[in-house]
């Protein structure tokens, strides 16, 4: 029996309470996966993107802060004589994170270079751990200590000295490790830091709520591991923490009332997702985690709760979370902006693992279809095809200046992240229960030897999805005699993107689903999402599944006003986005049309290009590519949300024309003008101090009814104060203070129809009064009334 065995053997002793039915993926290193969808990703994973993290995080002094903290510790050096490498107290977590991302890939392909390296690592990090468990290379190394801290061991653990957090991912990280290669000095050093984080806080000692989620799934994976049930009460404790630091509920700032955190309330009296996406979905994680463990139904009654609001008025269609920019955080319910949309990339790292979790209570695939969503839409954008370029956040649109991704951050979450779901995904596939059941959760070429009830059984998957719907099972050895073998039926299959009101599809017909075994269609029953086939399975048994995958129009509920007036499209479990490249270098004229099918198409012409050969989709002149697939081809324009051609037919206000703040062309364009200025090229804005200005001139129609539009961000304030001027006359005073904090708003200024009547063009400026600033100015367009 190999190690990895004895590892998984490990996960079946502790016991699922929450029900009978206890539901277990099936682990990675017995799924082998044999598509090209997925394949690339993973060989790029392995040969490109983690030899790049790892020579990041050296660079970046993060692995030299372990051989630093190791020299102090062991007298070698005198504590004042280094200085801590990087930036932040969370530094360590990013090393923890790639080498647990190198586990994952030594599992499935071993290679001995990579393992020596891997050891060299984890030598100078167990030597940074101090004698009782603790372990903090800037704690240690303290030259200089940061602030975060407090100047005290766990003090500030609930804001942002992320003790906790390093944990966590120090246990994720050895666990994963001592399942590749059977070596457990890392995982020896991880129990010794979780035994000191149970000693410290329990309800004799420390009682806080992690600042960062995620040392809640940790101890239940440590748990799982050493069935020491010591770490799954800490896990429980550390839950039942929030709500008991005192926050000024009165407050709209989310770092006052404690929202921030998610310990704004006790964990059983939540029901909204708030706050840090990331540290949210980490924190649901856990109390998932700790359902399934406990069957605790106030727990239970919460995190439905919150997943309810995330599905119904949170998610992007894209699977992306977390609306706002300032502090990274879920927005209000239906505030679902797009060219300001956050969505970071870790948070839809988090939403798999999530989804993942909440599946494992119930068998339900509503669970998976959104794992799904996050999946193949905001994580793979996420990361290039070539391995080295990221995204933080994932926009849903882009003005002219693009969004490309980032060679790496100060921050490096995200690829960090990414390097370790990636090399994960096999084990998403399948997973089984203990009454007999295999579920197949994701369509993915494969070939699988899944153990259930002690027997074996050997599945091997063919299929060209995500681009096409046929899938066919085969049944190449099989010990269990009869199972049921669970399909998911996709809710994009089934008529619904989503599980939910939050969007919908304008074409509600649904295109039946067909299933045979072996040539001949048979019947079967449909359970929480899933076909369910039993029978006394034989070797050969071939099961062929067929999902119509036809291209759907999108229109989202009403109460998105951002997306008011506007349709998205995707096909089968793949959003799609118009780019600039596919548009005559501009998307000013794509629109959708609810009465028009779109047509799939291969992109051609693109021979160097990722992008050769992948379905299309087209209406009349408009062409959309798969929004994982945008920003190879230069700096432009793109969005998922394009126009309604029927909306564009209504009565209202319709754009003439648009200044890109600080972007160069459309600035010049525009004659930029102004005094005292400064800008913001990364976000897209500008403003003039000391009684400053800002002026272009714009579009305008010479003789209907026009007014221009500006944009301002919400948490501007102080002394914003300014006239809007239009060809020399003051025609509005806007004072910017804090009006909508976290957001950005519009205001709407009508021009009086003296000041633009037979005139093609009008000069527009904002004018800081004495003393004041003016803006800033994050966009600005003149509109024109159409009328019936």
Not at 610 to 629: D, E, M, Q, S, V
């Amino acid at each position: 029996m190999n190690r990895p065995t004895l590892f998984f053997l490990s996960l079946l002793f502790p016991v699922c309470l929450y029900s009978q039915t206890d539901i277990k993926p099936v682990p990675f290193t017995d799924v082998h996966i044999a598509d090209g969808f997925w394949r690339q990703r993973l060989d790029t994973m392995q040969r490109h993107t983690i030899p790049y993290a790892f020579r990041k995080v050296e660079e970046a002094g993060q692995i030299r802060n372990f051989e630093y903290a190791g020299m102090i510790l062991s007298g070698k050096a005198r504590k004042g004589e280094l200085r801590f490498q990087s930036g932040q107290p969370y530094d360590d977590a990013e090393v923890y994170k790639v080498l647990e991302g190198a586990s994952y890939v030594l599992t499935v392909s071993p290679d001995a270079e990579l393992e020596r390296y891997c050891d060299s690592v984890i030598d100078k990090i167990c030597a940074a751990q101090e004698p009782d468990g603790y372990l903090q290379t800037n704690w240690t190394i303290a030259n200089p200590l940061h602030e975060w801290y407090g100047g005290e061991k766990w003090l500030n653990d609930w804001n942002l000295s992320h003790e906790t957090f390093n944990v966590g991912e120090l246990v994720e990280c050895a666990i994963a490790y001592y399942q590749a290669t059977g070596k457990d000095k890392l995982l020896k050093c991880a129990i010794r830091a979780a035994d000191n984080l149970c000693d410290t806080f329990n309800d004799k000692g420390i009682r806080m709520a992690p600042g960062h989620a995620v040392v809640e799934m940790a101890l239940v994976r440590l748990y799982e591991l050493t069935s020491n049930r010591r770490y799954l009460e800490e896990c429980k404790f550390f839950l039942d923490c929030r709500g008991l630091r005192k926050f000024d509920p009165s407050s709209d700032d989310y770092r006052v009332n404690g929202k921030y955190w998610q310990d704004h309330l006790p964990a059983t009296e939540q029901r909204e997702a708030v706050g840090h996406a990331v540290r949210a979905l980490y924190f649901y994680s856990g109390m998932a985690d700790w359902v399934r463990y406990s069957g605790d139904e106030a727990y239970r009654k919460a995190i439905d709760g919150i997943w309810e609001n995330i599905v119904s008025k949170k998610l992007y269609i894209t699977g992306g979370l977390g609306a706002r920019d300032q502090n990274e955080a879920f927005g209000s319910d239906y505030e679902l902006p797009n060219a300001t949309a956050y969505c970071e990339t870790c948070a839809s790292v988090a939403n798999c693992m999530f989804q993942l979790r909440m599946f494992r209570l119930t068998g339900d695939a509503r669970y998976i279809d959104i794992l799904e969503r996050s999946l193949y839409n905001t994580v793979l954008d996420g990361y290039s095809f070539s391995g080295d370029r990221f995204y933080y956040p994932n926009r849903l649109q882009t003005s002219s200046r693009g969004q490309e991704r980032s060679q790496w951050f100060g921050t490096s979450c995200c690829p960090t992240n990414l390097c370790r779901l990636i090399p994960s995904v096999p084990g998403y596939v399948y997973a089984t229960s203990n009454v007999g059941d295999i579920y197949v959760n994701l369509y993915i070429g494969s070939t699988a030897e899944v153990a259930l009830g002690g027997k074996s059984v050997r599945l091997e998957q063919r299929t060209l999805y995500p681009w096409e719907g046929y899938v066919t099972i085969t049944v190449r050895g099989n010990d269990a005699g009869q199972f049921n073998l669970r399909l998911r039926l996709p809710g994009w299959a089934q008529g619904r993107p989503v599980d939910s009101d939050l969007y919908t599809y304008v074409d509600t017909t649904v295109p039946p689903v067909t299933i045979t075994v072996n040539g001949k269609a048979v019947a079967y029953t449909t359970e929480r999402g899933y076909a369910v086939l039993t029978r006394q399975w034989q070797d050969g048994d071939v099961v062929a599944l067929s999902l119509p995958m036809k291209p759907r129009l999108v229109k989202a509920h009403s109460a998105v006003a951002d997306d008011n007036g506007l349709l998205a499209a995707e096909r089968g479990p793949i959003v799609y986005c118009a780019e600039f490249a596919d548009n005559g270098g501009s998307i000013s004229a794509a629109t959708l049309s609810e009465k028009t099918h779109l047509k799939v198409e291969r992109l051609q012409d693109q021979s160097n290009s990722p992008l050769n050969g992948i379905p299309t989709l087209r209406h009349r002149k408009t062409t959309l590519i798969p929004y994982f697939a945008r920003a190879y081809r230069g700096k432009g324009e793109m969005s998922v949300w394009l126009p309604d051609e029927k909306q564009l037919k209504k009565p209202g206000w319709h754009t003439i024309d648009k200044v890109t703040i600080c972007d160069e062309t459309s600035e010049e364009s525009h004659k930029l003008e102004g005094e005292n200025m400064r800008t913001g090229p990364d976000l897209g804005w500008r403003d003039a101090t000391d009684g400053g200005w800002i002026g272009y001139a714009l579009k305008c129609h010479p003789r209907k009814p026009n007014r221009i539009v500006a944009k301002y961000w919400g948490s501007d304030g102080g002394d914003r104060r300014f006239n809007i001027i239009c060809e020399g006359e003051t025609i509005a005073t806007e004072h910017v203070d804090n009006c909508h904090p976290g957001q950005y708003y519009e205001v709407a200024y009508t021009l009086p129809p003296r000041l633009t009547k037979g005139k093609h063009t009008v000069s527009i400026r904002l004018q800081a009064l004495p003393g004041n600033t003016c803006g800033g100015l994050f966009g600005l367009r003149t509109e024109k009334e159409k009328k019936h």
